[in-house]
């Protein structure tokens, strides 16, 4: 059986995800566990292809199905390759986004049915789940002003995702908020308006109560 934990940052565009995810890694290591810190679409040679083929809109023509499939065959490899590896050596695996985007991204938002997104779920993740799953949750506006603030500053170009209209963004924060609140004993919710300090805080007791590091 693994020892390790495996921990999921989820949420909407500008969310703080990849911050909080380095944050959490830091204060984790400080605490002498090892941790590894990995991201979807990515953490594969595979991933990397397929987040390069995705977000540059090149997937577009497949449609949200196409898409799903192709996030969960990196997915699949994810875990083979990356995760369940670093479990199993007992490593802290923090993921910044996992399966709860495709059911967001692709289902919700992208229109595709439930039953596939479940599906898809069950072939390419299985019992592999997640120990926790922090929602990172930010009003649709406030995510994408952080969002087109830093790309303004040039550290980035919009990508396939970040140019959508405003009811689709609503719609990823509805399905994110909804797997929430239908999975309890692996979510929690943290209110990523606040600025970052106290974000990674409440982070921080959300993983001590859950996990004791
Ligand atoms: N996708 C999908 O469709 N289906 C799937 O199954 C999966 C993914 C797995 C990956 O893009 C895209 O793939 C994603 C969903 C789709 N859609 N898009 N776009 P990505 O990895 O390039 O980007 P992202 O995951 O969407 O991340 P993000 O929205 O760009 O950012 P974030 O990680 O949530 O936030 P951040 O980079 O930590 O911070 C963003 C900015 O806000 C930055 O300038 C920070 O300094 C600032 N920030 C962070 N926290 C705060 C606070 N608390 N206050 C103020 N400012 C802050």
Redesign the pocket.
Known sequence: MASGKFITFE??????????TRLLAERLRAAGHKVLET????GTERGEKV?EF??SGKARNYGPLG??VL?SSA?DAHIQEVIAPALERGEWVLC????D??A???GAAGGVKPSLIRALERVAVGSDMPVLTLL?DVPVEA?LK??S??NGAG??EA????GMEQRFHEALRDCFLQIAAETPERSIIID?????S??AEAVWEAVVERLNP
């Open positions: 949420g909407g565009e500008g969310a703080g995800k990849s911050t909080q991201r979807e679409p990515g987040r995705i977000l898409e799903a996030f997915r910044d986004r996992f399966s985007s495709t967001a991204y692709q990172l995510g952080r969002v603030e830093r550290e980035e990508d396939r995702f970040e990523a308006q606040q600025a970052e106290a974000v």
